[in-house]
């Protein structure tokens, strides 16, 4: 591939600008966004507007069936002002247009990442960043590295940590786990909580849980466990909701508001900017507070924040009627945040074994997993997104959950008297749908419910997934995504970050070869195509968001969200693709990342 060579005739216009001027919460540009059809039709009377930038020499795969493939894009504005040849850009092209020459790479819709947890990725930049490690011991190295710089009584956070990942298991160990001793030795003078990748799980030293109360007295919440020793101490791990016992932050200084607002604009901006770097334009944030949504609309209006944000809300059903309606927003702020749908949890992770199994776990018989909510909750969330218009997106991973959740979804359906074609329009989402029933698999169809997964997490969990489930199990209903789609149902596609590296570029690699770290092929006939793959990580995202009429496709009209690879990621060896590199990250035609 060609360095790819920019040649700049005047500067862009100025960047798409956004205000917020007298504007309260609940009260943004509701149900706005759609863009203007800019674009006068070709051949009929009436002049051409020069476009602000065009990307020219390039393979652009367009995702619209119309018009799958082209050589260059005229942006005008925020939207697409056309797509065609090298040659048609000349009646384009102005005194003032930004001329890009590709040389050759790989032009498609920006990345759409389909689940996701925004703040997540940017606290992890804040604390210990734990994924890559490969050991208990490494862990523990990398607190008591941290202690020595950290004032007594401080905490210590960190997140990504993965027991399936680790070269050996810890000694002593409980189910697997190591018990807090180990902590307590390089940190005893600081609490410590380190979060499971999947954010299904929290491992916390002596002193933090002391701090917060929990002994060997301390009862199991709903929907969470505390994990003991053989003597009844508690070890440290806490699964599910037990995370929430912990009081992370007793014994330090309270920050003035001041402190905290700069702290959560930082936590935004670090996210953005991990956006921007791996291509990702829009981002389904699966599951945050009303009041992030204020602090969301801030950091847009501060220029933080580029991506742009399709929210899942979430809270009791008693918070959620109270602000539905005040914070519903659809392409509020120039199509830069939209809430119009809930998140809800009906139980937890394989990893952890938190997810809810119709039979028990194959390495722990006497385990089914947790359901995480009440019925009743959820039940009664369901029947508040009816009647307040609102997608419903519920976290089910264990085949019980997934049953649970269509058997609530199709209740609720019947009892507002909706039919297939209402149900459909109402656009459902489970999020992970990781292992089903076989008899489920055609529900999701049949419903019009959309399977919202994560390619690479299949790829990743492979190993504990089958030790977790059992080989019949897995081959049967785990990642059964050309069973799904063979059925009629959408997939979309994300990678649940921070429980993985947000990069799509490894998450598409997962999709179309269904391959582990070690080799290993984890039933290969339910890869997904190189379109397929494609289209999941972009129309799909958009389908999954109501939002196909202004993103996920190139087509003019449409949002001039675009990422640009060095390698064409449609053609290249399987092995080739995760070598491909953003060059170009563009949202609303203006640049927000460049490769150096």
Not at 500 to 516: C, F, G, M, Q
Request: with cysteine.
């Amino acid at each position: 591939m060609k360095r790819i060579a920019t040649v700049v005739v005047v500067a862009m216009a100025s960047a798409v600008g956004v205000s917020l001027a007298g504007h309260q919460p609940g009260q943004l540009d509701r149900d706005q966004g759609q863009p203007t059809q800019r674009l006068a039709p070709l051949g009929l009377a009436g002049s051409i507007t020069p476009a602000d930038t065009i990307l020219l020499n390039g393979h652009v795969v367009t995702m619209d069936e119309e018009k799958p493939e082209a050589e260059a894009v005229a942006i005008l504005g925020d939207t697409v002002e056309y797509v065609g040849s090298t040659a048609d850009m000349a009646r384009f092209t102005g005194k003032k247009t930004q001329i890009i020459d590709l040389a050759g790479a790989f032009v498609m819709p920006g990345f759409v990442e389909g689940h996701g947890h925004f703040t997540g990725i940017g606290e992890a930049k804040l604390g210990l960043e734990l994924m890559p490690t490969r050991s208990w011991d490494e862990i523990v190295a990398m607190v008591g590295a941290a202690a020595k710089t950290v004032k007594p009584g401080q905490w210590i956070i960190g997140r990504g940590w993965h027991q399936e990942k680790w070269t050996s298991v810890p000694v002593p160990n409980q189910e697997g786990f190591p018990l807090h001793a180990s902590l307590d030795a390089v940190s005893p003078n600081n609490p410590v909580i380190l979060t499971h990748a999947s954010g299904h799980a929290t491992f916390a030293n002596g002193m933090a849980l002391t701090l917060s109360g929990i002994t060997k007295d301390t009862r199991d919440p709903e929907g969470g466990e505390i994990l003991h020793d053989r003597k009844g101490n508690p070890t440290g791990f806490l699964r599910e909701r037990a995370s929430g016992l912990l009081k992370r932050g007793d014994g330090e200084p309270a920050m003035t508001l001041t402190e905290a607002n700069a702290r959560d604009l930082r936590v935004i901006e670090l996210a953005d900017q991990e956006l921007s770097s791996k291509g990702v334009t829009s981002f389904h944030d699966a599951g945050t507070s009303f009041s992030q949504v204020d602090r969301y609309r801030e950091a847009i209006t501060a220029g933080k924040l580029h991506a742009r944000m399709y929210v899942m809300v979430d809270g009791s059903p008693a918070a959620l009627a109270a602000n539905l309606d005040k914070y519903r927003m659809v392409g509020a702020l120039q199509n830069h945040l939209t809430v119009r749908s809930i998140k809800v949890h009906l139980d937890g992770a394989l990893s952890t074994r938190g997810a809810w199994l119709l039979d028990p776990y194959s390495d722990k018989p006497d385990r089914f997993g947790l359901r995480t909510a009440p019925i009743q909750d959820v039940t009664a969330t369901a029947k508040l997104a009816i009647e307040h218009n609102y997608q419903l997106n519920t976290h089910a991973i264990g085949d019980q959950a997934n049953r649970v959740t269509l058997d609530i979804y199709e209740e609720t359906f019947k009892n507002a008297g909706k039919e297939v074609a209402g149900m459909r329009a109402l656009r459902w989402r489970i999020e992970h749908a990781q292992y089903l029933s076989t008899p489920d698999i055609p529900r999701f169809a049949q419903m019009g419910v959309i399977a919202s997964m994560q390619t690479v997490g299949c790829t990743s969990d492979a190993l504990y997934m089958l030790a977790r489930l059992g080989p019949r199990r897995v081959e049967a209903g785990a990642c059964v995504w050309q069973e799904l789609m063979k059925s009629g149902a959408i997939i979309n596609n994300g990678t649940d970050a921070p429980a993985e590296d947000v990069n799509p570029i490894l998450n598409y690699y997962s999709a179309v070869t269904r391959k582990t770290s070690s080799g290993m092929v984890l039933s290969g006939d339910q890869k997904m195509s190189r379109m397929e793959a494609l289209k999941s990580y972009t129309i799909n995202n958009a389908i999954a968001a109501f939002e196909e009429p202004i993103k996920g496709s190139l087509v003019a009209g449409k949002l001039a969200d675009i990422t640009i690879l060095s390698k064409d990621i449609t053609k290249v060896a399987d092995e080739d693709i995760r070598s491909a590199k953003v060059l170009y990250t563009i949202i609303g035609g203006k640049i927000v990342f460049k490769q150096r």
